[in-house]
């Protein structure tokens, strides 16, 4: 029997968030050529935000996960410090979308709104009927 490194929980939602997350990065590479032509930094900050958006994103899950099992009192606390995590991790990345001549901050950026995005859209278009 296989070992799963998540909670079926988080592992559904990326199995959900990934490959939507893929799509918009090359919908995303292609709507930039016209702007930036065919460099490497825009593949290169959408292929580093859609990495921090998953990371973000696992941290989030697993640390809800736990924060179930707490008294309330010590369950904020731990999802505030979860937070915390969360925003220097995105912080660090916007850094280097700064600083590194490699990464295109704007492509960097655009992935940290990915989940925003596909559930939004799965919502929608389930509430249609197609």
Do not use: W
């Not at 918009?24 to 593949?43: A, H, N, T």
Request: aromatic share 10%; charged share 15%; with cysteine.
């Amino acid at each position: 029997m296989a070992r799963r490194i998540f909670s079926e929980m988080i592992s559904r939602e990326l199995k959900f968030l990934l490959p939507r997350a893929l799509i918009l990065d090359v919908v995303i590479y292609i709507i930039s050529l016209p702007v930036y032509g065919l460099c490497k930094e825009v593949p290169l900050g959408l292929l580093a935000g859609t990495a921090v958006m998953l990371i973000n994103f696992i941290i989030l899950g697993l640390s809800s996960e736990r924060a179930v099992e707490r008294p309330l009192r010590s369950a904020k606390g731990y999802m505030f410090g979860s937070y915390m995590l969360r925003l220097a991790i995105v912080g660090v990345l916007f850094f280097a979308g700064i600083k590194c001549s490699s990464l295109n901050l704007i492509a960097c950026a655009l992935p940290q709104l990915f989940p925003k995005i596909a559930y939004t859209l799965h919502a929608a278009l389930k509430k249609k009927g197609g």
